[in-house]
């Protein structure tokens, strides 16, 4: 069926793709990843509205595309809105996104907010600024999307992202945590979804880069070499170069996670354990979840 989906070039945002088999492919398994991590995780609440956050970034325009693929033919049944957030670093191409979504046809609203200055004014020279802006930019897009009657903030972190950040937590935050694929913001307010959840970085850069997309660079506020998730990225590359599969085994296993084989005592009731029952985890009465 999703071979008949996708036989037509009809939206604007695919128009001028390869005709190739290996494109095709590479399309129908963007689509299929992205409807399977929506489904799995109950994304979709009919006639809601979800602000799509568009860095210019690939992952960010792979997003865009396949959520605009799947609403055209009627099979993701909610409005959607993109969004970027112009951040007032150096040398920033702020044209680029609204002529882009224009041309395409893709309703849109663009925020300037100057959280650069305020980064650079809290942050000494040298210090890594990524998190800050981080928590700067996620402030804004909560206020548009109440602002837009937006239920959902939609991110562009794909599955090497979440894998990235498990290590980052392991490594450097002494927790066993990740990016879920879907949350509700502190407030209680907005869903935040992540439907390239299932998605391999490598498939958005061969598909931005197929669809030649206007890519506006990451590291536009200076490049921060020798940062943790760098290191934690050449490490998952070490492993998969070595070992092909590596990181869609491990993403796995933040899927398959067994409570009583790890030790938080507020996820098992370790101490609860007796002679007698299952000695195996999934014994429901020894199982305690956290309020």
């Known amino acids: 069926m999703l071979d008949d989906e996708l036989s037509d070039d009809i939206h604007p945002l695919f128009h001028g793709a390869p005709k190739s088999t290996e494109f ?9 990843n992205v409807r399977e991590a929506i489904e799995t995780y109950g994304m979709v609440r009919p006639g809601d509205r979800w ?23 009627g099979l993701l049944p909610v409005d959607l809105l993109a969004c970027n957030l112009d951040q007032g670093q150096p040398g920033f191409p702020a044209t680029v996104l609204p002529e882009f979504l224009t041309r395409m046809g893709v309703p849109h609203r663009i ?10 004014s809290k942050i000494a020279p040298g210090g890594t600024m990524c998190s800050l802006c981080s928590r700067l930019r996620r402030g804004n897009l909560y206020r548009i999307a109440r602002e837009e ?7 562009g972190h ?21 990016m879920p694929p879907r949350l509700v913001n502190e407030e209680g ?13 490598v498939d958005c850069d061969r598909f931005a880069r197929a669809m030649n997309y206007p890519i506006i660079p990451c590291d536009l506020c200076g490049s921060q070499e020798g940062l943790q998730r760098a290191q934690v990225k050449k490490l998952l590359d070490d ?3 070595r070992s092909p599969g590596r990181r869609q085994v491990m993403f796995r296993a933040l899927m398959n996670v067994r409570p009583s084989h790890l030790a938080d005592p507020a996820l098992f009731d370790f101490a609860a354990l007796a002679l007698g029952l299952p000695g195996d985890t999934e ?7 956290p309020d």
């Not at 595309?65 to 033919?73: D, G, Q, S």
Request: proline share 3%; aromatic share 10%; glycine share 6%.
């Open 24 to 32: 095709r492919k590479l399309r129908k398994r963007l689509v299929q």
């Open 111 to 120: 925020e300037y907010q100057d959280t650069y200055s305020v980064v650079t």
């Open 283 to 289: 014994n429901p009465k020894q199982l305690r979840l």
């Open 239 to 241: 492993w998969e170069t």
């Open 149 to 155: 009657g937006c239920s959902t903030v939609v991110l």
């Open 51 to 73: 602000l799509v956050c568009l860095s210019g970034g690939k992952d960010s325009y792979t997003l865009l595309a396949v959520l605009t693929e799947l609403k055209w033919r």
């Open 189 to 201: 307010d907005l869903f935040l979804a992540r439907p390239l959840a299932f998605v391999p970085e």
């Open 158 to 178: 794909h599955r090497d992202d979440i894998l990235e950040t498990f290590f980052m937590n392991l490594f450097h935050g002494g927790r066993l945590a990740s």
